[in-house]
């Protein structure tokens, strides 16, 4: 991706004052190494009279998928990119604003020890950037960069210039003049505008990215006319940390207009002396559903099949109701941990007669698994491939047939609804699927007929109106004898 500045001077102001102002010397072209490939910068003309800094970044597509751990987090918004053939090398996006902000570090804190009154001059400036991908099309472009003040030259990018009819493509030719500017406010507006018009980011929205963002658009973004969408678009959409922005802006805005400190504007509530009451986490409510389903099936012996590290085999030993509890892992490493969990070396003897632990795989038939009334797979079948699935099904509907079996999966159709959960991401590294409430639904009622079982559906948390429960269960009764239904 590419990115030129340029400015023009006379013999009393050379527009090679760039050079001060940039850190990088006219004559030299330099290297810089970044976390996802190399920042050049170069001078393509360099006279008293006009002069052009170029910023050239060369992204290492392969290091870009590594650093996101194989998740495709190079901000590739296309679902029908992959993860090494995408867009992120050519079109400017929060990869290039965060080689400005490496590059050109102390340009955009305006700070220039060599010659100290250069940084606080407006010059002539020209900013050419040929390929930024914009969501919200040429229209969004001028919406962001005209109320700065800058003179906006953009032109969508065709296709296909070789087949015109197909339109244009959602990128466009951007450039920006304006002789009103500083250079240090020039990159800051670039700084977190490209970003916004690309709307993906390449690394993790962290909370400072708050106080960031308020630190770079500082003097111009508290009375932009766009500020909500740049605040959202900028924080990734992460509702907590865009209302915090948002208030905290307004806070900037009543301070300016009245002529005061942001501290003297924000003191009128006194800090709180209740701790706000925290929300129970979904863990503890899949738990809390799971134990009333099988209470409500009046299950005495249970298994546990996946129990990772015990934490709902530990909740069920609290309900003396449940006389025989089993946890089944493939994982020794798991099942080692839930003992420790459990305390099963100090735990007394009645107790410890009620629960054991055994690795199994549940993708092959365990006569140990026979004859409990109830089963449980709790967030466990989204960890294997779907064409493992029917073996688990017969492990546990066909040969294993508990009375009662409670199936939790996520509601991917939730996901939206996840601030912290970048857009087209699983919830867990390991799953292979996620399944929205019409795939669970239909794979749910498919099972049960095959093996003489009824199923019905539990919404486990808050159930959204638009895109339901994050957690889904499905309780499985057997309905018919195992003899009548062929597995």
């Known amino acids: 991706m590419f990115l030129t500045i340029t400015t023009t001077g006379t013999p009393e102001r050379p527009a090679t004052d760039l050079g001060y102002l940039l850190h990088k010397h006219p004559d030299k072209a330099q290297a810089f190494s970044t976390s996802y490939g190399t920042a050049h910068v170069l001078y393509p003309e360099a006279e008293a009279g006009r002069c052009t800094a170029a910023l050239l970044l060369e992204v290492d597509a392969v290091a870009l998928v590594r650093r996101g751990k194989g998740k495709g987090r190079g901000g590739a918004p296309d679902a029908a990119l992959a993860q090494y053939v995408n867009d992120r090398p050519y079109a400017a996006s929060s990869l290039l604003a965060v080689a400005l902000s490496s590059v050109f570090s102390s340009a955009m804190k305006g700070v220039c020890n060599a010659r100290p009154e250069l940084p606080g001059q407006a010059r002539p400036l020209r900013v050419e950037v040929p390929a930024v991908p914009a969501r919200g099309g040429p229209d969004l472009v001028r919406k962001l960069f005209e109320p700065l003040g800058w003179a906006v030259t953009v032109e969508p990018v065709a296709l296909d210039t070789e087949f015109p009819e197909w339109g244009d493509s959602r990128y466009v030719s951007l450039v920006l003049e304006s002789d009103t500017f500083t250079l240090a ?134 309900d003396p109701a449940f006389t025989e509890i089993v946890g089944v892992d493939v ?87 996840w601030e912290s959960l970048p857009a087209g991401h699983v919830r867990h590294g390991d799953h292979r699927f996620e399944w929205t409430r019409e795939e669970f639904r239909a794979w749910a009622e498919a099972v049960a007929e095959r093996h003489g079982y009824g199923v019905e559906f539990v919404a486990v948390g808050p159930d959204d109106p638009e895109v339901g429960p994050p957690t889904q269960m499905a309780v499985f009764t057997m309905t018919t004898p195992k003899e009548a239904k062929a597995a």
């Open 331 to 417: 994982s020794m490493r798991a099942l080692t941990i839930a003992s420790r969990r459990l305390k099963l070396d100090r735990m007394g003897e009645r107790q410890a007669s009620r629960v054991q632990l055994f690795q199994g795989s549940l993708a092959y038939t365990d006569v140990r698994l026979k004859g409990y009334d109830a089963a449980v797979l709790s967030e466990v079948i989204e960890h294997l491939d779907l064409p493992r699935l029917p073996a688990l099904e017969y492990a546990v509907f066909g040969s294993a047939r508990p009375r009662t079996v409670l199936v939790t999966t996520p509601n991917v159709e939730y996901n939206v609804r």
């Open 185 to 318: 406010e020039a990159l800051r507006h670039l700084y977190v505008l490209l970003p916004v018009l690309d709307d993906a980011k390449h690394y993790w929205v962290a909370p400072d990215e708050v106080d960031k963002l308020l630190r770079v658009g500082e003097g111009w973004l508290p009375g932009h006319p766009e500020q909500r969408l740049i605040t959202s678009r900028y924080l990734s959409r992460r509702w907590s940390l865009t209302r915090q922005a948002t208030e905290r802006l307004e806070l900037v805005r009543l301070a300016e207009a009245d002529d005061s400190e942001v501290e003297e504007i924000d003191n009128a509530v006194e800090a709180e002396t209740e701790a706000e009451e925290k929300p129970t986490p979904l863990a503890v409510q899949r738990r809390e559903a799971i134990v009333t389903a099988l209470r409500q099936s009046g299950a005495a012996r249970v298994l546990d099949l996946g129990c990772g590290q015990g934490q709902l085999v530990q909740t069920l030993l609290k």
